[in-house]
């Protein structure tokens, strides 16, 4: 029996992340259920790139992609472009890592609409965490620290890569400026001094 991934109501990258870890953990016959057409079509170029055949049944907007391995399946030069940069961070050398920081300093990602922003926002921890290469630290600081303290599904996120050894450093000034100093859900409290060490440290920073 084929085993059930229900991934319903997950955006991209998260049925993506899902089904590569069923492949992964050398499962080759199993379906993914979702409930939005650009998840199907990534799950099937997702399935294409890595040897798999895809079979697609549709009840009451719910689709379900059935994946099977196969052996003449296409070779993967037409991988999901938009999950590319997050599989293969996946599979990157590990000999980075934890020598790398994470610099927030505001509540959402990128420009534009705020409820998008905050849903990215929660999407890039749940990536980064189910990933082997892990971040040194996640630095918060200016709005960022909203992050830590009013977006709950992010903070589950961060709790878990707190568990695996990542420092969660949050900027005390900051908290203080927003009023949120009791809201604080993960992470610890932390200055101007420490945040700067931790990016001198860092081999690479990446800003959000």
């Known amino acids: 029996m084929n085993k059930i991934i229900d991934a319903k109501g997950k955006n991209c990258p998260m049925p993506v992340i899902m089904a590569k870890k069923e492949i992964d953990g050398g499962n080759n016959r199993f379906v993914v259920e979702v409930d939005n057409n650009i998840a199907v079509q990534n799950l099937q170029k997702l399935a294409n790139s890595q040897g798999f055949i895809t079979d697609l049944k549709e009840d009451n907007e719910i689709f379900k992609v059935y994946f099977s391995k196969s052996s003449d399946a296409a070779s993967g030069e037409d991988e999901c472009e938009e ?35 905050k849903s990215l926002m929660k999407m890039y921890f749940y990536t980064i965490s189910e990933g082997d290469d892990l971040p040194k630290s ?71």
Do not use: R
Request: hydrophobic residues 40%; negative net charge.
């Open 83 to 117: 999950c590319n940069e997050i599989l293969d961070k996946l599979e990157e050398n590990k000999n980075t890592l934890g020598t790398w920081s994470v610099f927030i300093g505001k509540e959402i990602i990128g420009a534009g609409n705020e409820e998008l922003g």
């Open 138 to 208: 996640v630095l918060f600081m200016n709005d960022g620290v909203k992050v830590p303290t009013l977006n709950e599904q992010a903070v589950e996120h961060l709790k878990y890569l707190e568990k695996k050894g990542v420092e969660i450093l949050v900027c005390g000034a900051c908290l203080n400026f927003y009023g949120l100093e009791e809201n604080l859900k993960v992470g610890k409290v932390s200055n101007m001094y420490d945040i700067t060490n931790c990016m001198k440290e860092a081999s690479k920073v990446i800003t959000l």
